[in-house]
């Protein structure tokens, strides 16, 4: 008896052993086995790229593996789409996305989110199958840039007053949509004396805004001020006022920034960026859909922030970091 109670004491010992170890085990081999992929507008972008590098970020400290996935074009909505599809087909343990078109990336997205969480980041779709949404409040960024332009063009000219003009990249992209509707509600609120003479719809290049902006300058000499309402139309307005001199006379608002953009800010070319954290956004997207993957509770909407940059604050140490990420 005492050696069959000394054997089985041996093998519920090494039985509680291998116990306590599994026990200790899933958190790591849980994090080597996840997948988290993470799809943007357009791989080939800057903003996109600094999105990206937040991912690839967060997946090193978690230990967890991001596919970086996307299109060449924030047009290229059926590219999107199909890229979704397979990637939830690989069956990961959530799916991170920025949707290219808000209506279009609807239903696809309601698809997806049957089988795996999905995250949203920057723009929105016509779905409500998110299970956590991390963004720049768009509509606020609009009010924003409407102050910044105000602003700079009272300086120029001693008055809030004048023909300005607003261009966006594509129609029907939720950010995009937001920003300008946030934009037009603030200078109906607050500047009655700008006047919106052109509201124009580009098709994602920036060379179609460098055209747009330099027919704009032809068909109306009084204009004062411009809205480019992301990076590319930014990069594509800035153009056409650089090639023009007239930085001093018609004063820009952008959205987001690149090392081009912001050359431009430093010039006098432009009057100002409001810029958002996408790194953030790639991180605590990751993150929160790691969070999600594992049943931990998450936040439907998590505003990650905006700033006006200016050449006056561009310097200050937190205006430097959103300017300056670490992409690499």
Same mark, same amino acid.
């Given at each position: 008896?005492s050696?069959?109670?000394s054997?089985?004491r041996r093998?519920?010992?090494?039985?509680?052993?291998?116990?306590?170890?599994?026990?200790a085990m899933?958190a790591?081999?849980f994090a080597q086995d996840?997948?988290?992929p993470?799809?943007?507008?357009?791989?080939?972008?800057?903003?996109?790229? &600094?999105?990206?590098a937040?991912?690839?970020a967060?997946? @090193?400290?978690?230990?967890?593996?991001?596919p970086?996935?996307?299109?060449?074009s924030?047009?290229d909505?059926?590219?999107?789409?199909?890229i979704?599809?397979n990637?939830?087909?690989?069956?990961?343990a959530?799916?991170v996305?920025?949707p290219?078109?808000? @209506?279009?990336?609807? @239903?696809?997205i309601d698809e997806?989110?049957?089988s795996?969480?999905? &995250?949203?980041?920057?723009?929105?779709?016509d779905?409500k199958?998110f299970?956590s949404?991390?963004?720049?409040?768009?509509?606020?960024?609009?009010?924003?840039a409407?102050?910044?332009?105000a602003?700079?063009i009272k300086?120029a000219t001693?008055?809030?007053?004048?023909?300005i003009?607003v &261009?966006?990249?594509?129609?029907?992209v939720g950010?995009?949509?937001?920003?300008?509707? =946030?934009f037009?509600?603030?200078?109906?609120a607050?500047?009655p004396?700008?006047?919106v003479v052109?509201?124009?719809?580009?098709d994602?290049?920036?060379?179609?805004?460098?055209?747009?902006?330099t027919d704009l300058?032809?068909?109306n000499?009084n204009l004062? =001020?411009v809205?480019?309402?992301?990076?590319i139309?930014?990069?594509?307005?800035g153009?056409a006022?650089?090639?023009?001199k007239?930085?001093?006379?018609i004063?820009v608002?952008?959205?987001?920034?690149?090392?081009?953009?912001?050359?431009?800010l430093k010039?006098?070319?432009?009057a =100002?960026?409001v810029?958002q954290?996408?790194?953030r956004m790639?991180?605590?997207?990751v993150?929160?859909?790691?969070a999600?993957?594992?049943?931990?509770k998450?936040?439907?909407?998590?505003?990650?922030?905006a700033n006006?940059?200016?050449?006056?604050?561009?310097?200050?140490?937190?205006?430097?970091a959103l300017?300056n990420?670490?992409?690499?």
């Amino acid at each position: 008896m005492s050696i069959l109670k000394s054997m089985t004491r041996r093998a519920l010992i090494g039985v509680a052993g291998a116990a306590m170890m599994v026990s200790a085990m899933p958190a790591a081999s849980f994090a080597q086995d996840v997948t988290i992929p993470i799809i943007v507008k357009d791989t080939t972008s800057f903003y996109w790229q &600094i999105v990206l590098a937040g991912a690839r970020a967060a997946g @090193k400290d978690l230990g967890v593996t991001v596919p970086e996935l996307g299109a060449q074009s924030e047009s290229d909505i059926n590219g999107q789409i199909s890229i979704l599809e397979n990637a939830v087909a690989g069956k990961p343990a959530a799916v991170v996305i920025s949707p290219t078109e808000f @209506k279009a990336l609807g @239903k696809p997205i309601d698809e997806a989110a049957k089988s795996v969480p999905i &995250i949203g980041i920057d723009s929105s779709a016509d779905s409500k199958a998110f299970t956590s949404f991390l963004t720049t409040d768009n509509v606020q960024g609009g009010r924003i840039a409407a102050d910044g332009l105000a602003a700079a063009i009272k300086e120029a000219t001693g008055k809030e007053e004048g023909e300005i003009a607003v &261009i966006t990249s594509l129609p029907g992209v939720g950010s995009l949509d937001q920003r300008h509707d =946030g934009f037009m509600e603030q200078l109906k609120a607050k500047y009655p004396g700008l006047t919106v003479v052109a509201d124009k719809y580009a098709d994602g290049q920036a060379t179609t805004g460098l055209n747009m902006m330099t027919d704009l300058i032809t068909a109306n000499p009084n204009l004062v =001020g411009v809205f480019a309402s992301n990076l590319i139309m930014a990069q594509g307005v800035g153009q056409a006022i650089a090639e023009n001199k007239l930085g001093d006379k018609i004063k820009v608002i952008g959205f987001d920034s690149d090392e081009k953009t912001v050359g431009f800010l430093k010039e006098g070319v432009l009057a =100002g960026l409001v810029v958002q954290d996408p790194y953030r956004m790639g991180y605590d997207g990751v993150k929160t859909a790691l969070a999600v993957s594992k049943g931990e509770k998450v936040e439907t909407f998590v505003d990650t922030g905006a700033n006006l940059v200016t050449k006056a604050n561009m310097a200050e140490p937190k205006i430097d970091a959103l300017l300056n990420p670490k992409v690499n």
